[in-house]
């Protein structure tokens, strides 16, 4: 079986103390009311990692980047590298975010790379792909997403595509309200899953979990997550609220 995941991406939000007791009250939650079969992840700033991943002690809530470097070390000013990352311990980090690349000017081919600098450093990689407004309406959103996929991860080998975590996430979805429906995040997962397939081996393509992002809320986690493809979600706003993200992580049990 897959593993499942609900990452909770805090993006720029939250002061310090605003994380801890956000991360206070979701270890109480989580431990009295979640099943062991989830992983649930929170993707902190790169300031709060270590803090909130002390916090979180042996809990079963684990921590995350939001990014990181395509370099290893050296003269980067602001950046944040995945051995870094190693070197805390930290075990997930979210790569190519919609806003990264929008934003950042951040492409498929550093995106490969950077892929490989988590891989490197065993460090998790969720992968983030997902189309815009306008390629959904022209029809082409199929091609894209497989596409995005083909240039950042297919230069893997089967033994490191087994350790990706790939998030589908429609950018017209993100932080809009506006949810895909479960049966056009199924359509998508499985047109991703079926391409890793057609490259890997299905028996490849059916151990890779495949999130679901935008706009994932406590009322629509259920039916999105009962999606055969849909192993999780990648969740936003929805994240900052204790109560919100952990019904939407009891909504995978
Ligand atoms: P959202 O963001 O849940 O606020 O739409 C999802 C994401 O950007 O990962």
């Known amino acids: 079986m897959r593993q499942k995941i609900v990452a909770g991406n805090w993006k720029m939000n939250k002061t310090l103390e605003e994380a801890h007791i956000l991360t206070a009250e979701l270890m109480g939650m989580v431990a009295d009311e979640v099943k062991g079969n989830v992983i649930t992840v929170l993707c902190a700033p790169f300031p709060y990692l270590l803090p909130i991943k002390n916090q979180l002690g042996n809990s079963s809530i684990k921590v995350g980047a939001q990014n990181c470097s395509e370099h290893d070390s050296g003269a980067y000013t602001g950046e944040v590298s995945a051995t870094m990352l190693k070197s805390m311990a930290i075990p997930y980090v979210i790569i190519g975010h919609s806003e990264r690349r929008q934003y950042f000017g951040e492409n498929g081919k550093l995106l490969a790379t950077k892929v490989d ?3 490197a450093n065993n460090v998790t990689p969720i992968f983030c792909c997902g189309e815009p407004l306008e390629i959904r ?3 082409t959103h199929e091609a894209l997403v497989k596409q995005q996929v083909e240039e950042s991860l297919f230069h ?6 087994q350790k990706v975590v790939v998030a589908y996430e429609p950018v017209w979805a993100i932080g809009t309200g506006k949810t895909a429906t479960s049966q056009q995040a199924q359509d998508m997962h499985a047109v991703i899953r079926q391409h890793i397939a057609a490259k890997y081996g299905s028996a490849t393509a059916d151990k890779i979990s495949i999130l679901y992002g935008g706009s994932v809320k406590a009322d629509n986690a259920k039916e999105l997550f ?3 493809d849909v192993d999780g979600g990648l969740v936003g706003g929805a994240s900052l609220k204790s109560r919100e993200f952990v019904e939407i992580v009891k909504a995978i049990g």
């Open 156 to 161: 893997l080998n089967q033994e490191a595509i």
């Open 226 to 228: 009962a999606c055969a």
């Open 117 to 119: 600098k988590a891989l």
């Open 137 to 139: 309406e022209k029809g």
